[in-house]
């Protein structure tokens, strides 16, 4: 009875709880500069670049995000046959959950981290963090990357940056475009949440605070120009794309809002620790 509620409920709304389905709310797509457009929803974000011999997509938002963005793909112009490359920031249910919906439509190459691979295939099942509870469909990556490759089309190049910590394969891509007769360093963050996490005694998993201080130093050198991510307010998403809309067509590029992302992820990171440290002290 109650599962038959739930799935009448689901089947209503789209999505089961009011936080994904604010997030999952459509926004028509745009170019952010040069080749490089949106197509994700309104807070759970998917990037499109474009090359004459193919395209990389970059993450799938939830399950019912991918109709939205195989809809702005083709609404930009775009075929969906034209994805080359379907590539994933982290592997939780809000960025992967579209994947194995968009990898049967495109007939895309699925790339991911070593990392993240077990958990793409077992769609979500065994999170060091949310156990069972956030599944998606599960996904098998056809190549796994490395640190610090690349994988490129016609002249474009897409380099993948290991920054373990907000999952074990949290894979931080980055990429340069050209606009206006000058090239941006883009770079789409893949998550530096520390939620709640435990970081002092038992970890959430072995060797995860010192995978965030690792990351927060490879994120801190990366050139960055146009600063994306893999959640609108990440990089205030909601605030560029208005201005944005009404003629500030350089609004997303903020190396400065970049810099204080991280400056601002990293103290949450590290009160976090103090606290555990604290804790764990003051208990027997
Ligand atoms: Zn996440």
């Excluded at 579209?98 to 793409?120: N, P, Y």
């Excluded at 002092?200 to 120009?225: H, M, Q, T, W």
């Excluded at 959640?231 to 809002?257: C, I, L, N, Q, W």
């Amino acid at each position: 009875m109650v599962a038959l509620v739930l799935v009448a409920t689901g089947a209503a709304n789209g999505q089961a709880d009011a936080t994904s389905r604010e997030w999952n709310k459509p926004i028509p797509p745009f170019r952010i500069a040069g080749n490089l457009y949106y197509v994700g929803a309104i807070e759970i974000t998917s990037y499109l670049i474009t090359t004459p011999q193919g395209h990389f997509l970059l993450d799938g938002g939830f399950v019912e995000t991918a109709p939205q963005i195989e809809h702005n793909i083709v609404q930009l112009g775009f075929k969906l046959s034209d994805v080359k490359y379907l590539l994933n920031s982290h592997a939780h249910y809000d960025h992967a959950g579209g994947l194995a919906e968009l990898k049967k439509v495109t007939g895309a190459r699925f790339v991911a981290s070593e990392g993240d691979a077990g958990l793409l295939r077992k769609g979500g099942h065994g999170d060091f963090r949310f156990g069972d509870t956030l599944l998606f469909p599960p996904i098998e990556p056809d190549k796994i990357i490395l640190d610090g490759e690349s994988l490129q089309l016609a002249d474009q190049v897409m380099t993948a940056h290991l920054t373990p910590g907000h999952t074990r394969g949290n894979t931080t891509w980055t990429t340069k475009v050209r606009e206006g007769g000058r090239m941006y360093d883009v770079v789409f963050v893949g998550s530096q949440s520390s939620l709640d996490y435990k970081f002092v005694g038992l970890e959430s998993y072995p060797g995860i605070a010192a995978d965030f201080v690792k990351s927060f130093a490879v994120l801190r050198n990366l050139p960055c120009d146009i600063f994306l991510g893999s959640h609108g307010s990440f990089f205030h998403f909601a605030d560029k794309h208005e201005r944005f809309m009404s003629g500030d067509t350089s609004a997303f590029v903020d190396p400065d809002g970049y810099n204080r992302y991280l400056s601002e992820s990293e103290k949450d990171f590290r009160q976090k620790v103090d606290r555990q440290r604290q804790q764990g002290a003051a208990s027997p």
